[in-house]
């Protein structure tokens, strides 16, 4: 599928992506988990001038793990997680699944920092696995 969109809870943040997902992973890391309530964030990556988002988002950035700063992003009313973005891949932000109207296509292919998942977590055997940070993605599609 080509394109997307996506709206919050409350509809006051909506977004239209044009193009490919580039990725979609399973992030277990413990920053996702606390963002997830216990779970991974499961999430689109798309380029970032792919994305267009109307609306006010909220955010908060920090240092991750990885040792990049992680800005997540989320509606400014309900709390809907709209996407994070890395500052070591302006080029591409994470938009996350729940936020899309019909991520049905966007099926995880990756689990990523599955050594800070639960030893109670459900971790699907047929995702390619990354026990911390995986190579970058190639380059944006045009």
Not at 11 to 23: P, Q, R
Not at 39 to 44: E, G, H, K, Q, V
């Given at each position: 599928m080509t394109g997307y969109t996506g709206r919050c809870a409350c509809?006051?943040?909506?977004?239209?992506?044009?193009?490919?997902?580039?990725?979609v992973r399973q992030c277990w890391c413990r920053q996702c988990q606390?963002?997830?309530?216990?779970?991974?964030?499961?999430?689109?990556?798309?380029a970032t001038d792919a994305i267009a988002l109307e609306g006010e988002l909220a955010s908060t950035s920090y240092v991750a793990a990885s040792g990049n700063t992680l800005t997540q992003s989320f509606c400014a009313k309900c709390c809907t997680p709209v996407m994070g973005q890395s500052?070591?891949?302006p080029q591409f932000r994470t938009l996350r699944l729940g936020f899309?109207?019909?991520?049905?296509?966007?099926?995880?292919?990756?689990?990523?920092?599955?050594?800070?998942?639960?030893?109670w977590a459900m971790i699907d055997p047929s995702l390619e696995t990354f026990p911390r940070q995986p190579p970058a993605p190639g380059p944006a599609p045009r």
């Open positions: 509809g006051a943040v909506t977004a239209t992506i044009t193009g490919d997902a580039i990725a606390q963002i997830a309530a216990g779970s991974p964030t499961t999430n689109a990556m798309f500052s070591a891949r899309l109207d019909a991520p049905n296509d966007l099926a995880p292919q990756v689990a990523i920092w599955t050594e800070d998942a639960p030893a």
